[in-house]
């Protein structure tokens, strides 16, 4: 008996074929079903199927998003935790006005500390003029200094970068982020 070629009806969108004798669909990673036509587990809002985040965003009505504020399951970038509040960063402490999407902490320029990097870590400095001199840079902490400045490897705070941040530790020269953590 001979078998003959079956039509592909995969979803020509979210699949990479099918196989020949069988029809079968080759979903791709998002997707799944036999037309590949349903996000796959841990994936939702078909047809876009974004990834479930750790902490998903919440409205009155998921299906229903807040304008501006959440993408699919998650928050824009600029905005945190379960209700999606707004980062609030220092244009003066922080490197950028995105934030952790979990924990809202920002991004802290060297000197710079508190949640919204919006306080100097010396008691001798005045908020927005909180970094360190160069001649007090720890090479161990420090990516380039200029303009008078230290500045901090990713994963180091302090005026003169010698402070591993929250949840990091071992402060190493060896280390391109500086201080290793749980988090990355």
Known sequence: MMSFPVACRCSPEHSNGC???SGRCYCQLNYQGETCDRCADGYNSFPFCYRIPI???TTQNPAVPSPGHI???HCRPGYFGTHCQPCQCSTYGSYQDTCHP???QCDCRSGFIGQQCDRCISTSSTFPHCQG???ECDPAGTRDSYS???QCLQNVEGSNCSICKPLYWNLASANPYGCIGNCA
């Open 71 to 73: 993408d699919g399951s």
């Open 133 to 135: 001199v160069i001649d």
């Open 148 to 150: 008078g400045y230290c």
């Open 19 to 21: 196989e020949e004798d």
């Open 102 to 104: 979990t924990s809202g």
């Open 55 to 57: 902490s998903p965003a």
